[in-house]
């Protein structure tokens, strides 16, 4: 974490950032930026044992000075037993991130993303319906990762390279679809390829 703090003393503030759990430390962002001309600024700033009832604590410390024009929260894996004890303990926590991430950037866009379900765990479907009706309440995004889908990576960055070829990347900075940035971001290494 203190690692994090000397980062952002160098990083530009805006952009995106990621903000997850163990799981997502390993994202490639710089061959991803570089396959799929990202122009926009990305930080990974997940942490090992993340949980909600920390995550808003961990988000001050390390993301709050970024001013991130962009927030994916892949946050709650690590909390099941808590939203099966109790849903309100689990949501007033996550609704406390949310509300202190708008009150640093009103403008802030919240994505929040579900969990791979790829062997269709019940607990991990309720985790994702309950993330769901978090983002849908809270006026966030909801993107929704937990199935494997066919993807063709060379096809995809071949349309990417071309929208931002012909000039259309400066009207849409920064309002990317946050589905498509998320299936690139989380699950570049899931996904049955078809060449």
Known sequence: MKDYKLLNELAKQGGTVIFGGEEDLNI???????????KENYYNRSAENISISNATDIYALNIAELNPETILLHIG?????????????FSGNYRRLISRIRKDNKKCRIAIVSFKNFNTNSNIEKLNKHLKYIADSEKCEFCDISQKKVWNP????DVVSF???IGFVHPLKNKRPLNNLVRLLFCVNDYSYTR
């Open 163 to 165: 929208v931002y070829d």
């Open 154 to 157: 060379k096809q995809t960055q």
């Open 77 to 89: 894996d690590a909390d099941i037993e808590m939203l099966l004890k109790s849903t309100e303990e």
């Open 28 to 38: 490639p962002l710089c061959e991803l930026k570089q396959a799929f001309s990202l």
